[in-house]
C-alpha cells in the first residue's frame, strides 16, 4: 500500500489542509488525526499494515506538517481543529466513516465523534483517552495564560524563525520527543521541515505551543464521551499517556474516563501494548493487530451487512 499513496488538499477559507491519502479510490473511508506538533506522517508506518480495503485519510492538522497556519490573531483549540475536520470530510463527500486519531488528535476525534455521532461508525484512539479534562478550579487561570502567551507573540517587534541545519533538525526533534525513534523523527521531518535559505526550518505553527484557551471540566468531558455512538477502541501504551491530562490533572480524571470507556454497556475495548506514546509510529506491528481487527469486525462487518440487507 505504501507506493499507492497520494497527497491531499483541501481548501479552507484561510488556505489549505493537506495531507495525504492510502488505498483504493473506494475503499471504507477513514480518517486519520496526528498529535500536537506532529504531522500525518505520524501514520506511515502503521497504515501499510492495515486492512488494505479501506481508504485512509491522514491530514496535516491547521498549523501542522504542510497546512496553513491560521489567520494572524486567532487561537488553537479542540473545537477550531474539529471544525476543520468537519471542513475536510465534507469536501470529500464522506457521510459514514471511521476515525483513528493519536494523542491530540484523538481528542479531537473524540469531540468530533460526540458532535457529529452519525457520521463515525468506529473510533479508534491511541494513547489518548477522547478528551482533556481541566480542573474547574484552573480553567480561568489557563485561559488567561493562553490569552497572554498569544499577546506577547503578536506584540514581538521582530519574530525571527531559527534555521536548522537537517542533522541539528532532528537533534532538536529527538530532544523534544524523547519517545521518537529516530527512524521515527527522519518520517516526521518530511512534512515537519522546510527547506529555505541557510537551511531548514519547522514548518508547524509556533502559536500550537500556545496552551488551549478552550476547556472544558471532567463533567463536560464525561457527557460528551457518553454522546458517541460508535463502538470505540482504546490502544494505550505501557509507557505513555498515563501523564497529566491537565492543569492540575488529578489521577481520577483519567480513571473516570478509562472507567467510563470500560463500562460494559458500551461494548467499547480497552488494551494495552507494550512500548511508548508513539508506539504506533515506532513499531506499528504492536498496534496494527488490534486496529485491524477492530475495523474488520466494526467497520468493514457494518458496511457489508448493509450492503447485503440493500
Known amino acids: 500500500m505504501e507506493g499507492e499513496v497520494s497527497e491531499l488538499s483541501v481548501r479552507v477559507p484561510w488556505g489549505e489542509i493537506r495531507g495525504q491519502v492510502w488505498g483504493p479510490d473506494h475503499g471504507r473511508p477513514v480518517l486519520c488525526l496526528h498529535g500536537w506538533a506532529d504531522n500525518c506522517g505520524t501514520f506511515k508506518t502503521l497504515i501499510p499494515l ?11 492538522l491547521a498549523g501542522h506538517g504542510l497546512s496553513s497556519h491560521r489567520p494572524p490573531g486567532v487561537f488553537y483549540s479542540f473545537p477550531a481543529y474539529v471544525a476543520d475536520v468537519r471542513r ?51 480553567i480561568s487561570k489557563v485561559m488567561r495564560q493562553g490569552m497572554e502567551e498569544m499577546f506577547q507573540f503578536e506584540n514581538k517587534k521582530e519574530k525571527k524563525t531559527r534555521v536548522y541545519s537537517y542533522e541539528k533538525a532532528v537533534e532538536r526533534l529527538l530532544a523534544a520527543n524523547p519517545t521518537l525513534s529516530e527512524e521515527s523523527v527522519h518520517i516526521l521531518l518530511e512534512r515537519g521541515i522546510v527547506q529555505v535559505d541557510g537551511g531548514f526550518v519547522f514548518s508547524r505553527d509556533l502559536r500550537v505551543h500556545f496552551k488551549n484557551i478552550v476547556r472544558i471540566s471532567l463533567e463536560q468531558s464525561l457527557e460528551m464521551q457518553s454522546r458517541i455512538q460508535a463502538p470505540v477502541l482504546v490502544v494505550l501504551a505501557e509507557e505513555g499517556v498515563n501523564r497529566k491530562l491537565s492543569e492540575p490533572a488529578p489521577d481520577k480524571f483519567t480513571s473516570t474516563l478509562l472507567q467510563c470507556l470500560q463500562d ?21 506491528e504492536v498496534v496494527a493487530p488490534f486496529v485491524s481487527n477492530f475495523l474488520r469486525t466494526k467497520a468493514l462487518a457494518w458496511s457489508r451487512s448493509r450492503v447485503h440487507k440493500l
Open 50 to 60: 492495515l486492512p488494505k480495503e479501506c481508504r485512509y485519510v491522514a491530514v496535516d
Open 264 to 284: 460494559e454497556k458500551f461494548q467499547h475495548t480497552v488494551v494495552k501494548v507494550p512500548g511508548g506514546h508513539h508506539v504506533h509510529l515506532n513499531k506499528p
Open 88 to 138: 475536510v470530510v465534507d469536501a470529500l463527500q464522506l457521510e459514514k466513516f471511521s476515525i483513528i486519531g493519536h494523542s491530540m488528535g484523538g481528542d479531537v476525534a473524540g469531540m468530533f465523534t460526540a458532535l457529529y455521532p452519525e457520521m463515525v461508525d468506529a473510533l479508534i484512539l491511541l494513547d489518548t483517552f477522547g478528551f482533556v479534562p481541566t480542573d474547574s478550579t484552573e
